[in-house]
């Protein structure tokens, strides 16, 4: 029979099922069994990958160029007042 030594999991702490002081209820918690007991800590958050940012293809200036081929323009707004802070 094998003998796991070193288990570790990562649950959900429901304190509906069992009491343990500390936790809190819905957070994610890392469990090892170890030799000399068990041991409890939060879960590491999940690594996040960065998303590449590509070079672009062509300019604003060729969309804006593009659009105004096609008869699209762009017309300045109006100046409005800005209103004053409330904080």
């Known amino acids: 029979m094998w003998e796991i030594s070193h288990?570790?999991?990562?649950?959900?702490?429901?304190k509906n099922r069992l009491t343990v002081r500390g936790v809190r209820n819905g957070a994610r918690y890392l469990i090892k069994k170890e030799t000399n007991g068990w041991w409890i800590e939060p879960a590491p958050e999940p690594r996040?990958?960065?998303?590449?940012?590509?070079?672009?293809?062509?300019d604003l200036s060729d969309h804006l160029a593009a659009l105004a081929a096609e008869g699209f323009g762009l017309e300045p707004l109006p100046p409005k007042k800005v209103p004053p802070c409330r904080f």
Do not use: N, W, Y
């Open 48 to 58: 996040r990958r960065g998303r590449e940012v590509k070079a672009a293809t062509r």
């Open 7 to 14: 288990l570790t999991t990562i649950c959900t702490a429901d």
